[in-house]
């Protein structure tokens, strides 16, 4: 029989940049509106989309080989994971989710400390028992299906939620109090799919893609034609990831010069290079950077 990989994709608030990210890396996954197997453009592996808060679990017991989930998820599951790799997306910014003791702006709470004896409602309870303990702070914590914000301060007295923006913090008017836990998504593999030469290559690749795709995100291309006169001037200024490359044009005189720099440096080199007599500049995007 043919290898297969048994790969666990986020359904949920991970599930869009999940598919999209695979996309970059050069893995086409095909969804449909209720299918929960979907199939790919890569015989290798087989995927189910789970809950982010079960993947961990399914991994540790062996079921499935491998997934993509929250970091905080795999802490809450006391998951016994092999860690292959952060990969630093979000759903919808770059940076991480935070999960965040929060009160409504006007409590009477300062710290974690005037919680003895108050309620705290979360989807994350073992992170927030863990939190607590580790404070010294003895407090009622109650299992929250989602929509957490609503339940402040009628229901209870502070809640402990999942936060990227901040948006929904600031839309139902509440204060961070404390920060428990930062979290991004992980790829995890189990012990056993690790110690499998066939799957470990396997997902090794694919990480090393995924990364690729990840890292080539604020990285643009430029390429430009240059008198050789302001090369060194040039080469003096200009970022690379080693050094860029040069090299001779059809032409007496001149030379091409290529680079990879941040894309939010752009925006000041360019307006130097034709300071410095380069024509012919051009950015472009990249899709994959393996360093
Ligand atoms: N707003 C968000 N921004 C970025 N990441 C998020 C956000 N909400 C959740 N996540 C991440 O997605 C994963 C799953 O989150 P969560 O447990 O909230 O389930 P969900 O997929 O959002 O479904 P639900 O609608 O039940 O909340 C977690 O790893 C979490 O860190
Ligand atoms: O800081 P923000 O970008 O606003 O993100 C935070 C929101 O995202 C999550 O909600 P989700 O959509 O998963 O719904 P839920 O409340 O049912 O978990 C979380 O519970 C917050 O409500
Ligand atoms: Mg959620």
Redesign the pocket.
Known sequence: MANKLKIALPK??LQEPTLKLLEKAGYNVYTSDRGLRPSSDDADLDIYMIRAQEIGGYIDSGFLDCGITGLDWAYENRADLVDMAELPYS???TRP?KWVLVVPENSPIKTVHDLEGKRIAT?GMGITERYLEEKGVKADIEFS?????VKVPDLVDAIV???????????NNLRIVDTLLTSFPHFYSSKGAYEDEWKRGKMERLVLMLKGALDARDKVGLKMNLPEKSLQEVLDTLPSLRRPTVSQLAEDGWVAVETVIEETVSRKIIPTLKELGAEGIIEYPLNKLVR
Request: net charge negative; proline share 0%; no cysteine.
């Open positions: 949920g608030s759903r919808a910014t989710t989807e299906w989602g929509a957490t914000e939620d999942v936060t990227e923006t901040g948006n929904s913090i600031r839309a």
